[in-house]
């Protein structure tokens, strides 16, 4: 029976202490440079690997298929079976910023099963969702998939979902099911590619909320209160919007927290162009204000419109 040891990574900085871990078979690795294994090996000139090379000489970020970083064969145990010391990526790892911080959801995938696949994940993230970023706002590495499984908890009853993305510190994984299932119109394509774009730029913008202490004022006064608090028995769509708040439905019997006011408007800066926004809340300033200070702020973090 194989054994293996297995460490989930967001970066590789911290394993210099892994170096004295491997067999004397090892192949010698700077341990302490943090692309060491998210790039393909040197005598690997498979045409995946020159995707992957070529993708990181256009964008400077690394490409990967697979979460599994590494697979080392540490030597045997006391039975004589082999053990093997595996990394893979943790999205849920980070050091230092907050706004990523450690989360209890764990994740896993299903991989893309064929290069065709893969070109295909491929050409539709370079044309659809990399324009919108620019080098500062680019991630150390992109991990595209077929399916990604988010479980929020250990327990065996744990509550599951699939996101269409995950946002990590050094990596963004996307999961590129959707497209593959059958061919998808227009309409579709950029329905998704809104979705993807959602989920990233609201994470980013969660991990700089101290950024955003002028949004924040301009609604101060009503986060975190009940319509009773404002002496409103029922608060609808249009007090939301007078407040500078963003609404889907009426009858709402408290409002929002900043954490969701600011990805609400993340998303709808990603999804409507300010044009849209200007005629819809025409007659709500507070609302304009807060989306001219959301398109400005993703701007100055690196995001295209």
Sequence with gaps: ??????????????????????????????????????????????????????????????????????????GTDINGDPRYFVETVDLTYSVGQGGYGKSSTTYSFTYLTDLQQKQTILDFIESSVLPHFSSKFMPFSWLLVNTIKGKLGTSVTAQTNNPYAVVGQRCIAIAGNYLIQRERTDAQKQNYTNRVLTIIVGQQVKAHEDSFADFYAVSEEYY????????????????????????????????????????????????????????????????????????????????VF
């Design 224 to 303: 975190g209160k009940s319509g009773s608090d404002l002496g409103l028995d029922n608060v609808t769509a249009p007090d939301l919007y007078g407040m500078g708040f963003l609404a889907q439905s009426t009858g709402v019997s408290s409002l929002t927290d900043f954490s969701t006011d600011l990805s609400t408007f993340a998303s709808n800066a990603v999804q409507y162009s300010r044009e849209e926004i200007l005629k819809r809340f025409a007659d709500y300033p507070r609302v304009l204000q807060k989306d001219a200070i959301m398109r400005e702020r993703l701007v100055s973090l690196g995001y």
């Design 1 to 74: 029976m194989n054994r293996t040891i297995t460490r989930t990574v967001g970066t590789l900085l911290a394993l210099g202490a892994l170096a004295a871990c491997g067999s004397e078979d090892t192949p010698e690795v700077n341990y302490h440079n943090p692309s060491a294994f998210f790039q393909p090996a040197a005598d690997d000139n498979s045409q995946e690997a020159q995707m992957r090379r070529d993708f990181q000489g256009r964008h400077g970020s690394y490409l990967l298929f697979n979460d599994t970083l590494q697979s080392q064969l540490l």
